[in-house]
């Protein structure tokens, strides 16, 4: 009877004790929901700034496209056949090379960082300094340029590629009824055209449309101190930038900060304005995790600091590092999972 009552007992006491530990599993679990609840209703009123990507345009011509991806990876298109535009704008590794500047045809680096050409088309304009409206008018450029691809001519290009069975039927087919489809205007069109297609949704796209389980409490947490900081003064619409320009370093030189071997006037170099003296476009912040180094010349590469410096010389803002983890902690949100068949190499077997 001694020995059935310790038993008795025994199994009471774990049962208890199990109990009580679900309880306060149930307790932790309903806290979380909570506070997951709290977050997304403070964010609900502050997210009108943001607009989920669009999907790519359902109404591109695949044979246009079709062409735009050879044409994009083709080391025909710079004169020693060296490099392609997926050279600088690797699409297996989010657009970028991870290079503070690229070598270009003749091994030659150029000044400013490539930036990502996922999601690309949505800016405003291209390049740092916006001297192009659009990826059609992008595309064009670095090809003829001497330290990048090295194209003497337009007509050097066309002739070339005019040689091969390959661009004669790919050049017809995306361009039917044209009597001479062998135009460098019908070129650019082609890549921007498959540029148009690079588009990387995300999770954060995903809250936005109301699914609030897309986001964890923590990159709910740095979304907040993202917003509460100031960064959204030039991070919003979809992408998080590219849609706007500004002056790097409105409080402080930036160049005191980044530890940058030049400083780069930026668009002023263009419009030879005083205006635009250090003025930038701002770059699209989704897959930023994965396109370092940063800022024009690639000159910090680590995210974390990237974060700080922005709030120091933008914002006037000195972030302690716990904000800055959480701001890091919500940019990794705006990391994409990228299909293969958008990667995909057409002159490289499957």
């Not at 929901?33 to 345009?57: C, G, S, T």
């Not at 609030?212 to 030039?234: D, V």
């Not at 930026?266 to 635009?276: L, P, Q, S, Y």
């Amino acid at each position: 009877m001694k020995h059935q009552l310790v038993l008795l007992f025994s199994i009471t006491g774990f049962l208890g004790l199990h109990s009580c530990g679900g309880g306060k599993s149930n307790e932790a679990q309903q806290s979380a929901q909570a506070e997951n609840e709290r977050y997304d209703n403070l964010l609900k009123d502050k997210l009108n700034v943001f607009q989920p990507l669009p999907a790519a345009d359902a109404g591109l011509d695949p044979k246009l496209v079709n062409l735009g991806r050879h044409l994009y990876f083709d080391t025909r298109l710079s004169k020693k056949e060296t490099i392609s535009c997926n050279s600088c704008h690797n699409l297996a590794t989010y657009g970028v090379d991870n290079k503070p500047t690229s070598p270009g045809d003749e091994g030659k680096n150029g000044d400013r960082n490539s930036p990502t050409v996922y999601n690309a088309f949505l800016h405003t304009a291209q390049f740092w300094d916006g001297r192009a409206a659009h990826v059609e008018e992008q595309a064009g450029i670095p090809i003829l340029n001497p330290i990048e691809m090295n194209i003497p001519s337009e007509k050097f290009l066309m002739d070339r590629l005019a040689k091969t069975d390959l661009y004669k039927q790919l050049f017809s087919e995306a361009f039917p009824g044209e009597k001479n489809p062998f135009t460098y205007d019908n070129l650019k069109k082609a890549i921007g055209a498959f540029e148009r297609t690079l588009v990387t949704p995300t999770r954060f796209d995903k809250y936005l449309a109301g699914d609030k389980s897309a986001l964890t409490l923590e990159e709910k947490k740095g979304l907040m101190s993202f917003i509460s900081t100031g960064c959204t003064t030039c991070h919003i619409g979809p992408g998080l930038g590219g849609n706007m320009f500004q002056k790097f370093g409105v409080h402080h030189p930036y160049w005191e900060y980044t530890k940058s071997a030049k400083i780069d006037e930026g668009k002023a170099a263009v419009t030879k304005m005083e205006a635009d003296k250090y003025v930038f476009k701002v770059p699209s912040l989704y897959n930023v995790e994965k396109t370092y180094p940063y800022f024009h010349d690639g000159s910090v590469s680590d995210l974390g600091e990237a974060v700080k410096i922005m709030a120091k010389v933008q914002l006037n803002v000195d972030l302690p590092q716990e904000e800055v983890q959480k701001i890091v902690t919500f940019l990794k949100s705006l990391t994409a999972d990228i299909p293969a068949d958008m990667m995909k190499n057409p002159f490289q077997a499957s």
